[in-house]
DNA sequence: ATAGGGTTAG
């Protein structure tokens, strides 16, 4: 039969069979399907036919006898991105899981992969629980199951929804599937984009508990997740004990997220700690590489210690490296941290002769090095330049010019920066807010700055723990510590964990009313929470009590803040000093026992 | 099919 005939054939056939369909009693459970037809339409392909055959069924009906005749399900699959109006993935979780676990076997393992990103992209309110309990219910399959949770993990990660990827990994161990290195590291990796450092080191015990067998590149990750959030001795502890056990070496990029964490939260003396670490590094026959020397560059142009930077700069030329963009942007921001803005602006310019182009990121620094002097007509200029060499402001660049305004009292001129930011379709972010609602605190503008709360919030952006930490602050300025302190109550209803800087300025804002007992629940709270008084909160009570002239309470504290190791600071002098020597009251401190413990 | 470096806010 010639082809066209075939095909007009098969047509009056799908008419016929059509009718004979709409003619049985409608009876959706036992409708039966011309199944062999169905097949060889899916076989040939041809949706629209198999659509206008199959529209007066029961779509789930259709899709179950389908799935049970053995047809190839890709082209199942196929089929129902044809008619996607009728097909709901959510709606058919069981039989949904049943083609997956069809594709698994038949090893169309892209296949699942895509449809799986769909999936989770678009069902926001579809739960684990449902899904874990339709595959099991779907299919006994073991193997062919662990394949569809370990991709489902994946589409997870690959969509940043990390709280259903840990949700999906813990259930994953829970039913008996087998998840594999390639699905744990890009959970790992969304992981600690995200910050959830907790939930890193999780799954990474997890990972060890289950025998998933980590990779180079899923320590490399628990280090940067570790180091993210300063423990630093764990992440130390992840090189020199946990991959040695599992026989896997650290490399370069071990060892540069290391020396990277030091530069960032290593505490007091971190560029001595980070320089031991590149140390240890060469003892074990791994060269430094550009990147290496980038991150010391970084680490000392913020410590502020410019001619360390410079020697690193120079050692990457006596090695025959070339600098990049990295290694001249972070000079450029440590000189612009100690104000050699001119030499700054120097180096700028011979970026060109090497070779390289300045960024919107090498611009940032030097335009915040101008506004932290206030310098705003140099910073302005720095800022239109940035469009005449092609490229974009980026929201740093207006958050920087923002912030510099509102600090200096411009508010107008910061709220035109905000408006052309908006104007060029750039979107503000929860830092944007943050600079802006700290301007008004700093005039005394609660009532705006509070509104800003709201208005972030409206606009999508969250606000964080910066945010609250400044409103309280600027609460506190103004007398209103109870306000504040009702902010403190938000955080915690938002899973914002308050930190040292949260606590001491509410205590100052207690102390400053007066309000003594307010301010030692919130030390007990914030003990609760875990968070061990600084110096700051010290100085906070001891301050609180002296305007209260209960001095031999004070004196307490203050002896009791040097017992506890605590370091006095200039505020703490003052304190003694204003408040408590001008009573005539004499401290009664073993001064001698703590220069010996400080020194 | 995955890891490291540059800019802002309390």
Redo the contacts with the bound molecule.
Sequence with gaps: MHPRLQILHRSKQIVRTLCSLTCVPRNPTSEKLNLPLVSELLAKQRWSELRTHLKDSDFTSVFHQVLDSGADPVLILRYLHCCQKDFNAAHNLELTFRLLGSLAIAKRYSKI?AFLHGFVRSNEKLSNSAIFNSLSLGSKHLAANSIIVNLLV?AYA?NLKTHLGVEAFQKAGDYGFKLV??SC??LL?AL?KEGEIGNVEFVYREMIRRRIRP????F??VI?GLCKVGKLEEAKDVIINDMKAWGISP???????LI?GY??LGGLGKMYKADAIVKEMMANNIR????????LI?GF??DENVPAAVKVFEAITKQDLKP???????LI?GL??IGELDKACDLLGEMRGLGLK????????LI?GFC?KKMMKRARELFDDIGRQGLEP???????LI?AYS?DGMMKEAYEVYNSMLERGVSP????F??RI?GL?RQGNMEMAMKLLHEMEVDGLRA????Y??LI??LCKEGKSRKAGTLLDEMFKKRLSP?H??YN?LMDGYCREGNLSAALNLRALMEKGGKRPNTATYNALIKGYSKKDKLEDANGLLNEMLEKGLVPNQTTYEIVKEEMMKKGFVPDIDWHLYNISSS
């Design positions: 992969r994946l690959k290195v390639f590291n890009p990796r600690v990779n180079l590149y899923t490399n990750m940067r490399n370069v990029v071990s060892y540069n997220t990277d530069c960032k430094p590489n550009k990147c290496t020397y980038n991150i970084s142009g913020k990049d963009e990295f290694t001249c942007c972070s921001n612009c941290r300045p960024n919107v990121i090498t611009y940032n620094a915040n932290k980026s929201v740093i660049t207006y958050n920087t912030d600090k972010n929860t830092s944007t943050n600079c700290a605190c964080d723990r910066i945010t930490n400044t602050d600027g930190n800087l949260t300025f």
